[in-house]
């Protein structure tokens, strides 16, 4: 009986000691499973299979694009605090504004020095042509 693709996955990476970047991973599925097409760049079955393995709760990145099997790692390796992503999220857009605040009032104040500098052009041509 074949097995599918993440049940292979699992039997490769229980026996490794560490993570196994996808690639590696891949090309030993593709081959023992035959999906491997000369004329296709397999490029359907090797996105299949990562967006499996993405929801297959069995595994987890480890970053590199790098797969272990979850029971190796704690909860705190793991886990994204969302409340750290929002919060630079929120800085980063309050630098954004600061910053085009910052340049619309530069902007603002070269402007109004553009317009003394051309108003002191002006009464000199007046004065000229007195």
């Given at each position: 009986?074949?097995?599918?693709?993440?049940?292979?996955?699992?039997?490769?990476?229980?026996?490794?000691?560490?993570?196994?970047?996808?690639?590696?991973?891949?090309?030993?599925?593709?081959?023992?499973?035959?999906?491997?097409?000369?004329?296709?760049?397999?490029?359907?079955?090797?996105?299949?299979?990562?967006?499996?393995?993405?929801?297959?709760?069995?595994?987890?990145?480890?970053?590199?694009?790098?797969?272990?099997?979850?029971?190796?790692?704690?909860?705190?390796?793991?886990?994204?605090?969302?409340?750290?992503?929002?919060?630079?999220?929120?800085?980063?857009?309050?630098?954004?504004?600061?910053?085009?605040?910052?340049?619309?009032?530069?902007?603002?104040?070269d402007d109004k020095d553009d317009d003394?500098?051309?108003?002191?052009?002006?009464?000199?041509?007046?004065?000229?042509?007195?």
């Amino acid at each position: 009986m074949n097995k599918s693709n993440l049940d292979l996955a699992y039997e490769i990476i229980s026996q490794s000691r560490e993570a196994v970047n996808f690639y590696d991973l891949w090309n030993r599925i593709a081959q023992d499973q035959g999906l491997i097409d000369e004329d296709d760049s397999d490029g359907e079955n090797i996105s299949k299979f990562y967006t499996a393995l993405s929801l297959d709760g069995r595994f987890i990145t480890t970053g590199d694009n790098r797969w272990d099997l979850r029971t190796r790692h704690t909860f705190d390796d793991v886990h994204i605090d969302m409340n750290k992503v929002y919060e630079e999220e929120e800085e980063e857009i309050e630098d954004d504004i600061q910053n085009v605040e910052d340049a619309t009032e530069k902007d603002l104040f070269d402007d109004k020095d553009d317009d003394e500098d051309d108003s002191e052009e002006d009464d000199e041509e007046m004065d000229e042509e007195e």
